[in-house]
Nanobody, 127 residues
């Protein structure tokens, strides 16, 4: 189901930063595991980060590790993806997905296994 909304995308120069937010329509994400994905033209959709609901474990793809940070905003019931030191190859449509399950999620968890997802927000990085 498409019940999530991503925001915060835009255009930045290499080395710049953006903060993406994932929000659910009508409920908090505090008790959901959430994953962030990106899909660039000519490339396969890839999972880049996720946070589990039970132990709050955070995982990052090697391509973004050290530059991206996933976190929860408990006051808003949302999940944030802070993106720093952006590169041109980070250009893509970024989307989030959420699932309530006792089973842990990983970067390999396919978006089809999630219960909710959004339409995505465009991130463009160019000089």
């Amino acid at each position: 189901q498409t019940q999530l909304v991503e925001s915060g995308g835009g255009s930045v120069q290499p080395g710049g930063s953006l903060r993406l937010s994932c929000a659910a329509a009508g409920f908090t994400l505090d008790y959901y595991s959430v994953g962030w994905f990106r899909h660039a033209p000519g490339k396969e959709r890839e999972g880049i980060s996720c946070i589990n609901s039970r132990d709050d474990r955070k995982d990052y793809a090697d391509s973004v590790k050290g530059r991206f940070t996933i976190s929860r905003d408990h006051a808003k019931g949302t999940v944030t993806l802070q993106m720093n030191m952006l590169k041109t190859e980070d250009t893509a449509v970024y989307s989030c997905a959420a699932v309530k399950s006792w089973d842990p999620i990983t970067l390999l968890t396919d978006i089809r296994e999630y219960d909710y997802w959004g339409q995505g927000t465009q991130v463009t990085v160019f000089a």
